[in-house]
Every structure is written in structure tokens, then in C-alpha cells.
């Protein structure tokens, strides 16, 4: 039984997006509060997988989570791009006209924002899942309160679906890591099979040092997916460039790192592992 970490509880989309990655295991989930607890059950407990969202085409990047990820030591095996739709969903003995509150988290209420606008009635209450809120109001017998989450939520913890696909942008999509302890990863991911990686390093506050690093990748044919910079604490205007690449020669794409090595400071590689695809 494949065990893993997510934040959330049973229904949310971490949740959902585990059992596609993981589609035909049996996995125990190890739902968490924070995304904190999630790297720390990693680190405990080797035999732990854990998945992260960490970002969406909506609301962008989950900054933090890319500073955990690097502290953590964990490495990248995996990835995961599902479809985010969401629904609203109250006990099964109301329904609209008694609805006078609307609890999710505020990434959801926010991708929801259209939705909300023509229900201005409706008090919007920020929680911290979109699960959670729909088993908070279940179990607490919450009359008069809505969730808004995934549409499978709702069998799990007895709820009535009022409305679904509520979201203002149907191309609402998050990217999943799937992360695990270094000492499991060769054992989970083969490098040399890879077609992706995730990079992260420092650069000296030189003039055109960034535009050194991507002119040698653009050189060996690197194919740059994303580039996120987050600012060193402790040290103004410098940076640390988190970025994805993708490769059709897994050697190509090792001399390219080589080449960059020399330009850059704290270069750690935070997983090589395959393109992940998209599902709804």
C-alpha cells in the first residue's frame, strides 16, 4: 500500500489528483493541516510520497511552497495537471433560497469570483479547505451554509450539489508535485528516463547573469517551461531562480547543467522525472 501525504482531507482536490497519479495503487492517505506537516511526515517516514499543488492557472504559483520544497530536501518524482472544477454543494434538506452563507478556501472563492458576484447575498467566509468545508458543515449540521469544492466531496460527507462547474475560467488547472525522501527517489524515478526537471539556484549580482544561464540552455536545445524568482532573505535585490525544463536527451540536458554550474551559485537539481499530463 503506497502511502501519502497531502494537505487537505478526503475529497479535496489533493486528494483527487493522488489517486489519478497513483491510478490502479491502493494508497493510504496522510491528510494533513499545513503543507508544513506534509514535508514533515515525508521526513519522518521515508516509505511516505507526498503531493503538492504548487501552481495554478488562475491564481499562479504557491511561492511558499516552492521554499519548502527546497529546505525540505525532498526530491521531485513526479507531477500531476488536473482540471479544476469546482461545485457548490449545502445539506440535503436546503437548498438555494436557503443558503445564506458560502464557506471555501480562498484560492476557490476567488477562481469563483463571477459566480459569488450574481449571489450577492450570499456571506462569503473564508476557510482552510474546500473538503474540509463541506465535511465541517455535514458534520456540524451547518442550515443555511454552502461549501464550494470538487463535486466528489459531496457522496463522501451526504451533501446536495446545488450547482456544478461554477468556476469563472473552465482552463483552470493546478500542477501537482509528487515529492519523496532522497534516499526512496532512485527507487521510484529513473533520472535516466526523465523528460523534465526542476532547478534551483543563486546567481552572482552581475550584469546579464541570468541571460548567461538560459543563452547555454537555448545552446543545447533546453526548453524552459517555467522560471520563478523568489527573493534571499537577508540579502537585498539578490534572488533565488527556481525553473523547469524540459529534454528529449536525457545526456544533452546533463551538459547543459555542467555548462551552467561554473555561472551559478547553490545549483541543486530538485527532481528529474517525466512530463506529468493533464486530466479532468
Known sequence: MRKVAIQGVVGSFHDIAAHRFFDGETIELCCCDTFEQVFEQVQRDPDVVALIAIENTIAGSLLHN???LRDSGTQ????????????????PDDDWDDITEVNSHPVALMQCRDFLKRHPRFKVVETEDTAGS????????LHGHAAICSKFAAPLYGMKI?????????????????????????????????????????????????????SIFSFYRINLTKIQSLPIIGREWEYMF?????YDDYGRYRQAINAIAPLTRQLNILGEYLDGKSTL
Open 66 to 68: 516552492y521554499e519548502l
Open 76 to 91: 521531485i518524482i513526479g507531477e500531476h495537471k488536473l482540471r479544476i472544477s469546482h461545485s457548490i454543494m449545502c445539506l
Open 162 to 214: 446545488l450547482e456544478e462547474g461554477i468556476e469563472t475560467n473552465k482552463h483552470n488547472f493546478t500542477r501537482f508535485l509528487v515529492v519523496c525522501h532522497p534516499q526512496t527517489a532512485s527507487a521510484l524515478c529513473d533520472p535516466q528516463h526523465s523528460d523534465k526537471a526542476s532547478l534551483v539556484f543563486s546567481l552572482p549580482h552581475n550584469e546579464g547573469s541570468l541571460s548567461g544561464v538560459l
Open 134 to 141: 463541506a465535511r465541517d458543515i455535514s458534520q456540524q449540521g
Open 242 to 246: 527556481y525553473i523547469d525544463v524540459t
